[in-house]
């Protein structure tokens, strides 16, 4: 006998376990249902759980005005707004659109304003609702006239996002009131007196700073050129940086710093190691857990490397060259209690070296393989995942015949090949 169940959804279920059911779908097939109904369209509209997934955005030319007059007239709260190459002609739709919702979430790319004060109305819109505001990219085209004693508060703002251009890093100026910032992202090509001054501030003032990442131009003038103490206490340092001799002329600042952080810094990034003193600074933190250097410069210095050995680093990123043994296996020796290793190139002895000396190790990820040096699952036996990189098809084959499916732990096996 054939039974239908004509009963919507939403009445039939209790809301938890509608709201759960829906918070799986992509933000693409939630609009879809969306539509559906009257009923769907407010259920969804009125969970903040779902809402926050989902994102307005809009772009250069490209928006209807009847997205516009939806957005305005919506009962809905959007969260989170994205605005995509936009010019000077649509600012006022801007401005109406910032003021329809209390917005939570920000993202600008490559935005312009006329004058400095058109900048200033734009983010006063936003000040008092934003949390996380993240700015790719936006252009004052006659920027004389920021005053710096009517800088904006953000009393909400904890997640900072600023990619500037050479034109752009001028914005900075209207953030150095900000204090509560928990994640901070620098990324200038340039920075003038006034913008490197503002972000000295930020850095000065925001006690609760947990992650910083600082990359290019901005990194010498803050971090080694200067000695600041910060007051917060950083669980992440990522910085990303161009200017080989003044890192190794005054990389004690840098030390000094790492030491100010030493009880709470749990995960380093860094571009380039400039000298040993520095790698030694890092492996005395107690606490680290992840440390990531994409490149040793002047790596014969580090033939004699001795570390001190750390039992709190779980996961490694190293671009080394094998024939550079010396340097592997000073770092692997301190980090016996590795969990996760990637490597962009191995050769049979390095290979041999850690699977001897790294007994925990769960995770390996290799790039630019070579067919002679692949890892093989009787020398690896602990090994849970894999991550093969950069790797050309015709190796597929032989990687399979290593025999790690084989292994009681092993989960997963992932390829990712030259483009």
């Known amino acids: 006998m054939e039974s239908t169940f004509n009963a919507d959804p939403l009445e039939y279920f209790p809301y938890e376990v509608s709201e759960r059911i829906l918070s799986y779908l992509s933000v693409k097939n939630l609009m879809r249902v969306s539509a559906v109904n009257s009923l769907w369209y407010d259920f969804i509209g009125q969970s903040k759980r779902l809402m926050k997934n989902v994102k307005i955005k809009i ?8 997205t516009i007059c939806h957005l305005l007239t919506s009962t809905r709260n959007y969260e989170t707004f994205e605005i995509d190459t936009m010019d000077l002609r649509s600012i006022n739709v801007i401005f109406e659109l910032l ?13 312009y304003f006329t004058t ?26 006659y920027p ?14 904890r997640r900072f996002t600023a990619i500037t251009t050479k034109s752009a890093y001028i914005l900075l100026e209207m953030f150095q009131n900000v204090r509560h910032l928990t994640h901070f992202s620098l990324k200038s090509a340039e920075l003038n007196e006034a913008a490197s001054n503002a972000v000295m501030e930020i850095l000065k003032s925001n006690d609760k700073l947990e992650v910083l990442n600082i990359s290019n131009a901005a990194l010498f003038p803050l971090l080694y050129l200067d000695k600041i103490t910060i007051p917060c206490k950083l669980r992440q340092l990522s910085i990303l940086n161009e200017n080989n001799r003044e890192g190794r002329k005054n990389s004690e600042n840098f030390i000094a710093l790492l030491q100010d952080q030493r009880e709470s810094l749990q995960t380093i990034i860094l571009d380039k190691l400039f000298e040993e003193d520095v790698l030694k600074a890092i492996y005395a933190l107690p ?23 750390s039992k709190s680093i779980k996961q490694l990123y190293i671009n080394v060259l094998p024939e ?16 996760s290793l990637t490597v962009l190139h191995m050769n049979y002895k390095f290979m041999k070296f850690i699977s001897k000396n790294l007994p925990n190790l769960r995770g390996l990820s290799i790039g630019f393989p070579n067919i002679s040096y692949l890892p093989r699952g009787d020398i690896f036996k602990n090994l849970g995942y894999l991550y093969v990189q950069n790797y050309k098809p015709s ?25």
């Open 324 to 339: 550079n043994f010396n340097l592997l296996k000073a770092i692997i020796v301190a980090t016996p209690n590795l969990y």
């Open 116 to 141: 400095a004060s058109q900048a200033h109305m734009f983010f006063s819109l936003i000040q008092d609702s934003v949390r996380s505001l993240e700015m790719r990219g936006a252009y004052i085209l």
């Open 144 to 157: 004389n006239g920021i005053d710096k004693n009517h800088g904006l508060v953000f009393p909400n703002l």
């Open 59 to 66: 772009r250069n030319q490209d928006y209807k005005k009847r």
């Open 395 to 419: 190796l597929r084959k032989s990687i399979l015949r290593r025999k790690f499916h084989s292994l009681s732990n092993f989960e997963q096996l992932l390829f990712r090949t030259l483009a």
């Open 287 to 309: 606490k680290l857990r992840m440390l990531s250097i994409k490149e040793f410069t002047n790596i014969d210095a580090y033939n004699n490397l001795m570390l001190t050995r």
């Open 99 to 111: 003021q329809s919702q209390q917005w939570r979430n920000v993202i600008i790319k490559n935005l």
